[in-house]
């Protein structure tokens, strides 16, 4: 028995013994993927548990060192992954490019300038009790890393992790989604070509019974990228273990196009915000608020903008490709179904695209109302629902009052007033007058708020969330014992004094009542 990558749904993996791999663009069958049972997963934890005590002794230099070299994998077979990428999604081959194999070099050179400063060791404040006590503090890799990922960016979302898993000194296993096992071929192909020990990236493949058999074994902690859904049974593995889990979930971005928007910019922006990947991004523009102002004009220049992208697979030079899991189509579907009943309006496309393979048009939906299903829920395909606002007070409300809260952007010529509205937006990025690329800025930390998940990747925070912090206090006076040891007798009062010296601000004191503690002696005979 196999999994179908056609399939509407996929059925639980205990059955099922292959992947069978279809293009989204022909609906062919192009692979054939073994899938790891529990024993292979818990092998493969096994090498990377007995992969890990090596490499993370290696210097942070010397994995940095071992891990550019992929740069130079790229440099030789970029193009020949992006056409593969592009065979296992159908997305045109400049997103392939761009939006999935560009985040590695950034990446490396990002960690390259500050993993030192964010990883080292740091000497922190001491409080004045505790002088002339010395306090640092440092990290140190968690240990096996377990890496669930989704179909949309199947190579990105992956491997992003990875690195910075590995570059803080953890060894990986990856799990890539069902949908999309040639991208996690590519990921287990790159690694073997740099020559990284043995154990130190696994990949296992299979579905969600993959998935949850990588969460049970022996790893010591899930970076998990999906669905609220799913990560709602990862957390919960995970909480069995107990081990730490990240969880990347979905968003609902809104877009909020203010009286002075940059008009041809934030139009353009808008059918890319929309449109890139297929609208098959977790930030994508899914609520595009426009004010009263300036609504007209906009949505019809809009209209006219997504009427002329073209759609088609990776060798038709098209904009817009396939969708990659034929399950989504019937979301898309489904929302667009109830939102016209309720009375939104299509302007464009609306229905799926009269050829082989996963094709649904770029669609453009007005009147969309808060109650409605493409409003509340995800949809995660080629739609973008534009609601007309008052004013941008509107529109901030509204953006704010929404279960998800991953990415939104704000368009304005006034630069203050833009960063104002994105300061009281609440999700975990924010980009004025620009949309999406802040998610490939590797300095810029990644992740959302509400049910758009939990912790950061990406920045200083996504390296750090790879470790464990560990405090070291240390005493360089070397006394006999410290005032506040044994015993305690006759020490009260200076205690007195040192603890409301504290409390009042007054160093004087504080000095005092140490002194006071510290004259107290042993009786003759205590040593
Ligand atoms: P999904 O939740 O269906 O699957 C994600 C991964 O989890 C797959 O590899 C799947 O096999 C695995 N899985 C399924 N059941 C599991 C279980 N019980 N235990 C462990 N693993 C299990 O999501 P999807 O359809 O692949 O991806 C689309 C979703 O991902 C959307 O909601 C999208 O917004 C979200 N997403 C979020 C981000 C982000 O960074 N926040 C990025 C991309 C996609």
């Known amino acids: 028995m196999s999994v179908d990558t056609a399939a509407e749904s996929t059925p639980p993996m205990s059955a099922a013994q292959t992947i069978c791999k279809r293009s989204p663009v022909s609906g062919e069958v192009i692979g054939e993927f073994p899938i790891s049972d529990e024993a292979a997963v ?3 934890v096994a090498r990377a548990r007995a992969a890990f005590p090596a490499w993370s002794a290696l210097s942070l230099e010397a994995r940095m060192e071992r891990l550019d070299r992929l740069r130079h994998v790229l440099v030789e077979r970029g ?5 593969r990428l592009s065979e296992d999604t159908g997305k045109p081959r400049i997103e392939s490019l761009s939006t999935e194999l560009l985040l590695v070099p950034t990446l490396l050179d990002y960690h390259r300038k500050v993993a030192a400063k964010v990883l080292g060791r740091r000497k922190v404040w001491t409080p004045i009790y505790l002088a002339p006590k010395a306090s640092y503090v440092e990290h140190f890799p968690r240990g096996v890393i377990g890496v669930i990922s989704p179909w949309n960016f199947p190579f990105q979302l992956a491997i992003a992790p990875i690195l910075q898993a590995l570059t803080a000194g953890n060894t990986c296993v990856l799990k890539p989604s069902e949908v999309t096992p040639i991208a996690g071929e590519l990921i287990r192909e790159v690694f073997a070509a740099i020559d990284l020990p043995a154990g130190v990236v696994e990949v296992v493949q299979g579905d969600g019974g993959t998935g949850a058999a990588l969460c049970r074994a022996d790893v010591d902690m899930i970076f998990f990228t999906g669905s609220v859904a799913t990560g709602r049974k990862v957390m919960a593995a995970c909480a069995a273990r107990p081990i730490p889990c990240e969880l990347e979930l979905g968003g609902k971005d809104a877009m909020i196009i203010c009286e002075d928007a940059p008009l041809e910019r934030a139009v353009r922006g808008a059918a890319w915000g929309g449109f890139t990947n297929a609208g098959q991004a977790c930030i994508s523009v899914e609520r595009l608020f426009v004010v009263d102002a300036i609504y007209d004009r906009f949505v019809a220049l809009f209209e006219r903008e997504v009427g ?3 759609v088609g697979g990776p060798d038709e030079d098209a904009d817009v490709g396939p ?8 979301t898309v579907e489904r929302h667009l179904r109830e939102a016209v009943a309720d009375g939104a309006k299509i302007l464009v496309g609306g229905e799926r695209v009269e050829r082989a393979g996963q094709f649904f048009a770029p669609t453009v939906i007005v009147d969309v109302r808060p109650e409605m299903s ?6 995660f395909g080629p739609v973008v629902p534009i609601i007309r606002v008052k004013d941008e007070e509107e529109a901030i409300r509204l953006a704010n009052s929404h279960e998800y809260g991953l990415n939104a952007s704000v368009w304005t010529r006034d630069l203050d007033r833009g960063v104002a509205i994105a300061s009281r937006l609440e999700c975990g990025q924010v ?3 620009d949309v999406l690329s802040s998610a490939g800025h590797p300095g810029l930390p990644f992740g959302g708020v509400k049910s758009s998940g939990i912790g950061r990747y990406h920045g200083e925070e996504g390296l750090r969330a790879f470790t464990h912090v560990r405090a070291i206090l240390v005493d360089r006076a070397l006394t006999k014992a410290e005032p506040y ?13 040192l603890v409301m010296g504290l409390m009042r601000k007054k160093p004087l004191k504080i000095v005092r009542g140490f002194v ?3 004259r107290i002696k042993r009786e003759p005979g205590e040593g």
Not at 79 to 83: D, I, S, V
Not at 323 to 330: D, H, P, R, V, Y
Not at 374 to 379: A, C, D, G, Q, S
Not at 490 to 495: C, D
């Open 42 to 44: 818990a092998a493969a």
């Open 79 to 83: 193009e020949e992954f992006a056409a």
């Open 308 to 310: 002329a992208l073209r």
């Open 323 to 330: 969708m990659i899991f034929k399950g989504q189509l019937a």
């Open 374 to 379: 493409i409003y509340r829920e995800e949809t």
């Open 431 to 433: 980009s004025v007058n």
């Open 485 to 497: 040891w044994y015993p305690y007798g006759g020490k009260y009062r200076g205690a007195v004094e």
């Open 516 to 518: 006071k503690m510290a």
